[in-house]
């Protein structure tokens, strides 16, 4: 699996604390690919515009699971859930987490990040990324209910197919200053068009970027 860390520009200053906590608690099964926001970066991106990224990320299949997060964490919740391809659940402990994992099956937490953060707050991080990646995703939770579990986890992924419209049907739409924004912070195109798979959307990603 191939996980990305981006969080909303508020919270730069723990960019390298997610990431090397994400960095351990997956302990060497997955991929972690670090995508910012970064101190040293003059632009701000919002928790909006890092959502929008997110849903790019994996709607041309990227990345299979993002580690996000604001000062909340319940705005970059909120709006990855309004984005293509996302199932986003918000975790503030290891119960939260462990549970989403087990449970749920998304491919977006959103963590607060600021909020509570205080005193061992890097502790409580840990340990709630460690829970997070502790066993298999979706496999259900408790063990008697598993099945019924995963049906739900499946049903929840259908009604999203027929309720959520794809990023390549929405792109025309989107604020253009804002698409404009995100695909010229050139790392992050980058990787999308030497990584992604959804040739389709990669086509027409790169088709606007040719207008900018």
């Known amino acids: 699996m191939r996980v990305g860390v981006i969080q909303a520009s508020t919270r730069s200053d723990i960019n390298d604390l997610l990431f090397q906590s994400v960095q351990k608690a997956v302990k060497g099964l997955h991929e972690v690919v670090n995508f910012g926001m970064f101190p040293n ?3 701000n991106f919002s ?12 709607e041309t299949q990227s990345l299979d699971f993002v580690v996000t997060g ?8 909120l709006a990855c859930n309004s ?5 986003c659940g918000f975790i503030q402990t290891p119960q939260d ?4 994992g087990r449970i749920n099956n998304g ?17 409580n991080l840990q340990y709630t990324l460690d829970k997070l990646f502790e066993d298999e995703f979706g496999c259900g939770y408790p ?7 995963r049906q739900d986890a499946d049903n929840l992924v259908k009604l999203a197919t027929i309720t959520k419209r794809s990023f390549s049907d929405i792109l025309d739409q989107l604020d253009q200053n804002l698409l404009r924004k995100i695909l010229c912070r050139e790392s992050f195109y980058n990787y999308l068009m030497t990584n992604g798979k959804n040739q389709l959307l990669l086509e027409k990603l790169s088709a606007i970027k040719l207008t900018f």
């Open 97 to 100: 987490a462990y549970l989403f």
């Open 83 to 87: 984005l293509p391809g996302l199932r």
């Open 41 to 43: 970066e003059t632009a």
């Open 70 to 77: 604001c000062s909340s964490g319940q705005g970059m919740m």
């Open 47 to 58: 928790y909006v515009e890092v959502a929008v990224m997110v849903s790019l990320l994996i």
């Open 143 to 149: 063990k008697e209910d598993a099945e019924r579990k």
């Open 107 to 123: 491919n977006v937490v959103s963590l607060p990040l600021g909020l509570n953060f205080g005193w061992s707050g890097e502790l």
